[in-house]
């Protein structure tokens, strides 16, 4: 019997979705101070908090797309955000820096279920689920520079 692999994207589409309006509400999540440092690849991780007004009620994440600047432009390989998994009155200790750094707070733990990652648009139908009193106010942004 002769078995054969074939690699499938699941999250790629030739369906175009709408375009969305830039007056939409929108959240940008920027790294600041990253120095990369001088190993082949490195993960860099950085906490930050929604907006109130986004935590205050569920929201649905209609599209997510990655910003890179034009320093980061070719080294950025991609990034990921993850949503905290923790009770409201949990707080997620401030980092800023590489992922399996001994630095890295044990709090940041929680931090696992991925909220996007490629340049993704839902369909009209669909959206991810963010927001609500009783979740986690906390994301930490993970970007592969290589």
Known sequence: MNLTLQR??????????????????????????????????TYWCTRFKLPSNIVEKPHHIIRFDG???????????HMELFHCDV????????????????QKPMGLTPCRRVIGATNFTYPDEAG?????????????????FN
């Open 8 to 41: 499938v994207q699941l999250l790629k589409t030739r369906v175009k979705f709408r375009q969305i309006p830039d007056e939409d509400p929108h959240i940008d999540f920027l790294n600041q101070d990253v120095t990369i440092p001088n190993v082949e690849t």
């Open 67 to 77: 910003v890179i600047s034009p320093q980061s432009n070719g080294i950025v390989h």
């Open 87 to 102: 009770s409201s009155d949990i707080d997620i200790p401030e980092y800023n820096g590489v992922c399996t750094s001994e």
């Open 128 to 144: 991810g689920l963010i927001g609500e009193p009783r979740k986690s106010s906390y994301v930490i942004l993970e970007v592969h």
